[in-house]
């Protein structure tokens, strides 16, 4: 497969003229401020502006590149909870999607030593080469041996994985493209799609199948401006993850109909019921495969913003340039920090068994609590931290998990993220990344809410 950026295929704009372009327009307004402000006709017979030009304001209006874009629900849910708690409330926050544990001791102390000898400079945009073949060697552990390996060249580091995802959008898909969007699915994938130009198309599972979309969907979704498809397993928001046949039958589809897979497997340490399959493991080909991981939720490290991709070298190129325009590199010391977390493997599985393990007994302890609820529907949780709870109907509302997400957080003191976010409004996703304890008091609220 062939990689060809976006403004090769539609006759848009490069990003270098884009750059350009904006580049040359805010010069031209930076020459004559006033004359942005000042209505046509004010000025004076010298030409000058009149003496309240200053107190005239400029008034902010969107551009286009944003006017549509939506605020992250998840991020507003854990706002709000955040001022309720603040103001007092006994809030019980279970709209995180973070793990509750802390980054392991030995990261720390690495991040520490790295930042006495000097990791406090500019790095190479793509990262330091130590941690690229680190992650090549990780993906080279899953990958299967019909694969090439994986190669340090074909790896970009960036400020956690959320923007190894969007360059990887941005560099992929452009205006007239289509992909297609098993959902519900993580609320940013639309919206960096949008600012890409390019046009989210969802692909609705069956709640017979925990809400996973079929190779068959995909195909049926598909159109002759499909270039690519988004994949998540252990899925945000259902925690639903995906069988090998399952995953075997979506790669090869894309693979014949030369499609780009995103495979975002962000939460692939955290399953329950069994190992999550990476698609390293079942891809027929890399040619068209961008595998975007980081450390975020498997070693405990949100805060620290290393994420990175897998992909084809011209793309891996094509990321790098981007972002060495966008933000260039992630922080050094977080990414000496990540190298610690990748190349201690010993430490760093004990450490990531242990919460994986608390994770596991928490997910346990919910489902007895639903036990009691043989009414209530349900994804069964085998994956991630998420419960993805059916509340359709809910007060005759025509967005049942919004109203519900509201009645609880205002009743029970429970803030959970309404479905709607991620494109099923019937539901609402709760986290369990919180101790056992807080997590089934949560649950509870939530089933007397609904069913009180």
Same mark, same amino acid.
């Given at each position: 497969m062939n990689f060809?950026?976006?403004?090769?295929r539609e006759g848009?704009?490069?990003?270098?003229?884009?750059?350009?372009?904006?580049?040359?327009?805010?010069?031209?307004?930076?020459?004559?401020?006033?004359?942005?402000?000042?209505?046509?006709?004010?000025?004076?017979?010298?030409?000058? +502006?009149?003496?309240?030009?200053?107190?005239?304001?400029l008034v902010f209006q969107p551009s286009d590149n944003i006017a549509r874009m939506k605020e992250s629900a998840t991020l507003a849910v854990a706002a709000k909870a955040r001022a309720l708690k603040a103001a007092g409330k006994p809030i019980i926050d279970l709209g995180a999607g973070e793990p509750d544990f802390?980054?392991?001791?030995?990261?720390?102390?690495?991040?520490?030593?790295?930042v006495a000898e000097g990791a406090t400079h500019y790095t190479a945009t793509e990262g330091i080469l130590p941690l690229r073949e680190a992650i090549a060697a990780d993906a080279n552990r899953l990958a299967h041996a019909g694969l090439p390996r994986v190669a340090a060249d074909e790896v970009v580091v960036s400020n956690g994985s959320k923007q190894s995802l969007y360059n990887a959008c941005v560099c992929c898909f452009g205006p007239g493209d289509e992909v297609?969007?098993?959902?519900?699915?993580?609320?940013?994938?639309?919206?960096?799609?949008?600012?890409?130009?390019?046009?989210?198309?969802?692909?609705?599972?069956?709640?017979?199948?925990?809400?996973?979309?079929?190779?068959?969907?995909l195909r049926d979704a598909?159109?002759?401006?499909?270039?690519?498809?988004?994949?998540?397993?252990?899925?945000?928001?259902?925690?639903?993850?995906?069988?090998?046949?399952?995953?075997?039958?979506?790669?090869?589809?894309?693979?014949e109909r030369n499609w780009w897979v995103l495979s975002d497997e962000i939460y692939m340490r955290i399953a329950y019921d069994g190992p999550a399959a990476s698609a390293l493991e079942l891809a027929p080909t890399r040619d068209n495969l961008i595998v975007i991981n980081g450390v975020a939720k498997a070693y405990a490290m949100t805060g620290w913003r290393i994420g990175w991709s897998i992909a084809p070298v011209a793309v891996t190129k094509a990321m790098t340039a981007f972002q060495s325009h966008a933000t260039s590199n992630s922080a050094a010391v977080s990414q000496y920090a990540a190298l610690a977390a990748l190349a201690r493997v010993e430490d760093a599985d004990a450490a990531v068994n242990a919460m994986?393990?608390?994770?596991?007994?928490?997910?346990?302890?919910?489902?007895?609590?639903?036990?009691?609820?043989?009414?209530?529907?349900?994804?069964? +949780?085998?994956?991630?931290f998420y419960l993805y709870i059916n509340v359709a109907g809910f007060a005759g509302a025509p967005d049942p998990g919004s109203a519900f997400a509201s009645r609880v957080l205002e009743q029970e003191h429970v803030a959970v993220v309404p479905g709607s976010a991620f494109l099923t409004p019937d539901w609402i996703r709760m986290s369990y990344a919180t101790t056992q304890s807080v997590a089934v008091d949560g649950l509870t609220r939530i089933l007397r809410c609904l069913h009180g």
């Open positions: 060809r950026p976006p403004s090769d848009a704009p490069t990003l270098i003229q884009m750059a350009r372009g904006a580049y040359v327009k805010a010069a031209l307004s930076l020459r004559s401020p006033s004359a942005a402000i000042i209505p046509e006709g004010s000025q004076t017979a010298e030409g000058s +502006p009149p003496s309240n030009a200053r107190a005239m304001s802390d980054t392991p001791q030995f990261v720390i102390d690495a991040a520490f030593k790295a297609l969007v098993p959902t519900p699915s993580w609320t940013s994938y639309y919206e960096m799609l949008g600012l890409a130009r390019a046009t989210a198309v969802p692909v609705y599972g069956d709640a017979s199948n925990s809400l996973k979309v079929t190779a068959d969907q598909a159109t002759s401006r499909t270039r690519g498809l988004m994949l998540n397993s252990p899925s945000n928001p259902t925690g639903a993850v995906y069988s090998r046949d399952e995953l075997r039958a979506i790669l090869d589809l894309a693979a994986v393990r608390a994770f596991h007994t928490r997910r346990d302890a919910l489902l007895t609590v639903l036990h009691a609820y043989p009414s209530v529907k349900y994804v069964h +949780p085998a994956g991630a």
